[in-house]
């Protein structure tokens, strides 16, 4: 599975939107991009995922450039209970059963 | 909707023990696996299971034994628990045969001693 590299943390004021970048320069093109997060001591949730196109959900949206080297996942009107780490994980979505490869996240911080 | 359950919540073995983590999902996911988490690092796969009857061995299964006997349980067996096994473990169902929408439990905090 193709790695990712995200920052190791961000602040986001309560209200404003929230985008953190996850960098893939190594995915292939039969692999997603997918996005967990963490809130402290929860099991992960999943948020969203996509191929190429952006996608929306009701938590969030998925912004994939055109390369697919790199995506940004947009919580936009963020509150504290977005306060999580969050995960950008890049994997096959067909073929052998799954290895969803979490990497340290990126720790978000909603603050007022 | 009760999703995955995990139990127990917390636990203290002393080194040498055995136990087994429990976990069920009521949601008739075919994919089911188990992860640890240790401090300030992600997770890691430990066993997974693509069904009833089949499972396979995940990034650090070495101490640990899984079982599959039906849809919705899947246990996870410290043969001879060590300190390095003082983890959170985390079990995962998924709907599709992948584990890619994984839902996850709340967690089992094992502290070997």
């Known amino acids: 599975d193709a790695k990712t590299t995200q920052p190791t943390s961000m602040d986001c004021a309560e209200g404003r939107a929230a985008n953190l970048p996850c960098n893939h320069s190594?995915?292939?093109?039969?692999?997603?991009v997918y996005w967990y997060r963490q809130i402290h001591s929860q099991g992960p949730q999943y948020i969203i995922h996509?191929?190429?196109n952006n996608e929306t959900n009701e938590m969030a949206s998925l912004i994939i450039t055109e390369d697919r080297k790199s995506s940004t996942l947009i919580l936009p009107h963020a509150t504290l209970r977005d306060t999580a780490v969050y995960y950008c994980i890049v994997r096959p979505y067909t073929g052998t059963a799954s290895k969803l490869t979490f990497g340290t996240g990126t720790r978000l911080q909603v603050t007022l | 909707n009760a999703g995955v359950t995990q139990t127990p919540k917390f636990q203290v073995l002393k080194t040498g023990q055995s136990m087994t983590l429990q976990c069920a999902q009521d949601m008739n996911h075919e994919y089911m696996s188990w992860y640890r988490q240790d401090p300030g690092m992600g997770l890691r796969l430990i066993h997974y299971s693509v069904g009833a009857g089949i499972t396979d061995q995940g990034e650090v299964p070495n101490g640990y034994n899984v079982s599959r006997s039906t849809t919705e349980d899947f246990p996870l067996r410290l043969l001879s628990a060590a300190p390095s096994q003082t983890s959170v473990y985390f079990c995962a169902s998924s709907p599709d045969p992948w584990g890619t929408e994984a839902f996850f439990g709340q967690g089992t905090r094992l502290t070997v001693v």
């Open positions: 996509g191929l190429k």
């Open positions: 190594t995915i292939s093109g039969n692999e997603y």
